[in-house]
C-alpha cells in the first residue's frame, strides 16, 4: 500500500525530531582532551570503550592511542618537565551539591583502576606520544551508565628548572620536587553516547565540568 504525501512528510519529521533528541556517540579517534582547561600538563586520547549495559561488573576501557604535552619553552637537555608520570582511569558520576560555603566539586569517584605507568619524562615544551593502554574498573552495583562517565587521572612529579644527570631517577625527595596530579574527562557517558549539556560546560569552562 503506498503512503500519501502527508504520511511521509510526518514520518520524516518524526525522525528528525527524534535524531534531534537522541544523543549523539562518542566519535571515533581524539575523544578526550584538556586542551581547553588551565592544567599542565594537557592531554588528548583516543579513547575505546565497550559501552555499558544494564548489567556487568568490569569496565574495559582503552587508550588507543594519545598525546602529553608541558607548556612552555623547549628548555633543552634536563632542564625540567614531569617526570615518572602515571595514568589511571576512574569511573564517575555528577557530585552532589555541596553545603554550606564548601566548594563544589564537578564529580564524584565511584570506582578505579590501577595506575599505570606512562612515562619516565616529558621535558618542557615538548609533545610525548602516549603509548596504548588498557585499564579494567570493576563497576560499582548502582552505577547507571548513562549518568556517568570515565576520567583520566595524569599524576607524576615536577622539577622545575632542575638539571640532573641523563638516567638519574626523578624522586619526591630531589630538591625543588612537587606532585602533580591533572585530569582528562570525557564529554561521553558510559553508554557510549554524548552528554550534550555537560559537552557545553566544558567547551566553556573546563574545570567546571572536570
Request: proline share 7%; with cysteine; charged share 20%.
Amino acid at each position: 500500500m503506498s503512503l500519501t504525501r502527508s504520511v511521509v512528510i510526518r514520518l520524516v519529521l518524526g525522525w528528525g525530531l527524534a535524531a534531534c533528541t537522541r544523543s549523539a556517540y562518542a566519535p571515533a579517534g581524539i575523544n578526550i582532551t584538556s586542551h581547553r582547561s588551565d592544567y599542565s600538563p594537557t592531554a588528548q586520547l583516543a579513547v575505546a570503550l565497550r559501552p555499558l549495559g544494564v548489567q556487568g561488573d568490569t569496565a574495559h576501557i582503552v587508550i588507543d592511542s594519545g598525546s602529553l604535552v608541558v607548556p612552555g619553552e623547549t628548555a633543552g637537555g634536563d632542564g625540567g618537565g614531569m617526570y615518572n608520570v602515571y595514568i589511571s582511569a576512574l569511573l564517575v558520576t555528577r557530585a552532589p551539591k555541596p553545603k554550606g560555603k564548601s566548594l563544589p566539586s564537578p564529580w564524584n569517584a565511584m570506582a578505579e583502576s590501577d595506575s599505570q605507568f606512562a612515562f619516565t619524562a616529558v621535558p618542557r615544551g615538548e609533545r610525548r606520544a602516549i603509548p596504548a593502554m588498557r585499564f579494567r574498573v570493576e563497576r560499582p552495583a548502582n552505577l547507571d551508565p548513562s549518568k556517568a562517565w570515565v576520567v583520566f587521572r595524569i599524576s607524576g612529579i615536577v622539577i622545575p628548572g632542575v638539571v640532573r644527570r641523563v638516567g638519574q631517577p626523578a624522586g619526591i625527595a630531589t630538591p625543588g620536587a612537587l606532585r602533580f596530579r591533572v585530569y582528562a574527562c570525557a564529554d561521553w557517558n558510559l553508554s557510549g553516547r554524548i552528554d550534550r549539556k555537560r559537552a557545553k560546560v566544558m567547551r566553556t569552562s573546563y574545570l567546571k565540568a572536570c
